[in-house]
């Protein structure tokens, strides 16, 4: 692929966006090209983590490519604003957590692409935001719905209207960013986060994941039926057995994914 570039270790997907002079933009071929990535990932028993970062150290993703906006015609936008908005609502439903290395800037469309996934650890010196209203347009990859989720309609609104970007420490204050460390540290703390996932259940990390998504914005009742739905579909499967025999038998579960 040219612009999406994937390496698999140890059940970890490293996703990267390789566009770093262009600040790691999206232009069309980049979006099909993560579209198709995240279709095999889903499907893949060799990932139970995905790590997303950009290529280089000025940015995690600028947004759209704004070179190739200007040269669209209406539809084409439409094309665009629909492709990523879909490409992102696939991240947010990966059976796997995903989490967002936040290398540099992550603004418009960028920003959005950290919202859709589980986790955001950013290096400290990133720079986050939504400055669509700016350009004169709206977020279009879901930054509207899932900033307000995440912290507020009052808090969100600030974000947005205002087109304000914030640093990454400030993000961690309102609860945007789960955490934000020094350069140097930011892909041994994403490692980090993603080994704690690998050493549970990966069906039962799936799940639980599920309920929560399903179960977020929806009336309690409706919310404890998603988890019952999700806890059985992990009472047949053999790693739930595993690990009652690992407890039996005082050693570390050995987890297939089965």
Same mark, same amino acid.
């Given at each position: 692929m040219e612009h999406i570039k994937v390496k698999i270790d140890n059940y970890i997907a490293e996703i990267t966006i390789d566009r770093p002079e262009q600040l790691n933009t999206f232009?069309?071929?980049a979006l099909v090209e993560l579209a198709d990535v995240l279709e095999d990932i889903k499907?893949?028993?060799?990932?139970?983590? %995905?790590?997303?970062t950009g290529a280089g150290d000025k940015a995690f993703s600028a947004g759209a490519d704004l070179k190739e906006r200007r040269t669209l015609s209406e539809k084409e936008v439409k094309r665009n604003v629909n492709?990523?908005?879909?490409?992102?609502? /696939?991240? #947010? #439903?990966? *059976?796997? *957590?995903?989490?967002? &290395?936040?290398?540099?800037? &992550?603004?418009?469309?960028?920003? #959005? $692409? /950290?919202? !859709?996934?589980?986790f955001r650890i950013a290096a400290e010196d990133a720079v986050v935001g939504l400055p669509e209203v700016s350009w004169a347009i709206v977020p279009g990859g879901g930054g509207t719905q899932r900033l307000t989720r995440l912290i507020g309609i009052s808090r969100a609104k600030e974000w947005i209207l205002t087109a304000r970007r914030f640093k990454a420490e400030e993000a961690v204050v309102?609860? %945007?960013?789960n955490k !934000? %460390?020094?350069r140097d540290d930011l892909l041994n703390e994403v490692n980090s986060l993603a080994e704690e996932i690998?050493?549970?259940? *990966?069906?039962? %990390?799936?799940?639980?994941?599920y309920a929560i998504n399903n179960g977020a914005n929806a009336d309690t009742y409706t919310g $404890?039926?998603?988890?019952?739905? !999700?806890?059985?579909?992990?009472?047949? /499967?053999s790693d739930r057995v595993e690990a009652l025999e690992a407890f039996k038998e005082k050693r570390a579960p050995v987890f297939k994914g089965e």
């Open positions: 232009n069309y071929q499907l893949s028993k060799d990932v139970r983590v %995905v790590m997303i492709k990523i908005r879909d490409v992102f609502i /696939t991240l #947010e #439903e990966l *059976p796997q *957590p995903s989490i967002a &290395a936040i290398n540099g800037y &992550a603004l418009g469309g960028g920003f #959005e $692409l /950290t919202l !859709a996934c589980d309102s609860g %945007v960013i !934000a %460390v020094p690998l050493g549970n259940g *990966p069906l039962a %990390v799936a799940q639980a994941k $404890l039926k998603i988890e019952s739905q !999700a806890y059985d579909r992990i009472i047949p /499967t």
